[in-house]
Nanobody
Framework: QVQLVESGGGLVQAGGSLRLSCAAS????????MGWFRQAPGKEREFVAA????????GYIDSVKGRFTVSRDNAKNTVYLRMNSLKPEDTAVYYC???????????????????WGQGTQVTVSS
């Protein structure tokens, strides 16, 4: 069982930056591939970024490539999402997710993930 707690959300002007954190409980954090998803009002939850167990492989949705960076610190049981050049369309609740795996890959589909955090609100004003 893994518990995930996101933090770092807030209100920011367009063009600004935020860094989200997701702290995981347990001693086997490096056994989990991690992902970030977001859900805007009235929309489906969508994939944003993912990272494999070691942190050596990452993936992003096209709309955030070059602006967002996912990273992890396995010693701190934490995954991060650095968001630069934020746009109003990035406004959403952001969720982190964990998938227990022995693979060296990362996962972009919601149904792969075993555990989810409670989400943190990101609001970008124009």
């Amino acid at each position: 069982q893994v518990q995930l707690v996101e933090s770092g959300g807030g209100l920011v002007q367009a063009g600004g930056s935020l860094r989200l954190s997701c702290a995981a409980s347990g001693r086997t954090f490096s056994s989990y591939a991690m992902g970030w998803f977001r859900q805007a009002p009235g929309k489906e939850r969508e994939f944003v970024a993912a990272i494999n167990r070691s942190g050596g492989s990452t993936g992003y949705i096209d709309s955030v490539k070059g602006r967002f960076t996912v990273s992890r610190d396995n010693a701190k049981n934490t995954v991060y999402l650095r968001m630069n050049s934020l746009k109003p369309e990035d406004t959403a609740v952001y969720y982190c997710a964990a998938k227990l795996t022995s693979s060296s890959g990362y996962y972009t589909e919601r149904y792969y993930y075993d555990y989810w955090g409670q989400g943190t609100q990101v609001t970008v004003s124009s």
